[in-house]
């Protein structure tokens, strides 16, 4: 059974960077799919970020694209997603989620297995 642990959230304020964590445990299969979904106060879950199994493909929510990347280290099976230029609507609980497979799917049903989450406040 695939676990997931994120670590990294804390309160940054406006422009501030982040850099949050998740390592993956329990026998990941080197083709799992790793992303990032984020859930407001008050409003549905949204996709953030997916990387492939190999690093080699990305893919971002159009509202952080240029100020999160998201990069992975197999050897630790752990992915990063390193948030700069904060702003406050980017404070919400982000989740890490893992999918076995060749794509990089941006829906949540597409995903298997998730981990508890981290909080990310962004301050004004």
């Known amino acids: 059974q695939v676990r997931l642990v994120e670590s990294g959230g804390g309160v940054v304020q406006a422009g501030g960077s982040l850099r949050l964590s998740c390592v993956a445990s329990?026998?990941?299969?080197?083709?799992?799919?790793m992303a990032w979904f984020r859930q407001a106060p008050g409003k549905e879950s949204e996709f953030v970020a997916v990387i492939s199994w190999d690093g080699f493909y990305t893919n971002y929510e159009v509202s952080v694209l240029g100020r999160f990347t998201l990069s992975r280290d197999n050897a630790k099976n752990t992915v990063y997603l390193q948030l700069n230029g904060l702003k406050p609507e980017d404070t919400a609980v982000y989740y890490c989620?893992?999918?076995?497979?060749?794509?990089?799917?941006?829906?949540?049903?597409?995903?298997?297995?998730w981990g508890q989450g981290t909080q990310v406040t962004v301050s004004s």
């Open positions: 989620a893992a999918t076995i497979g060749y794509g990089i799917p941006t829906a949540e049903f597409e995903y298997d297995y």
């Open positions: 329990g026998g990941t299969p080197s083709n799992t799919a």
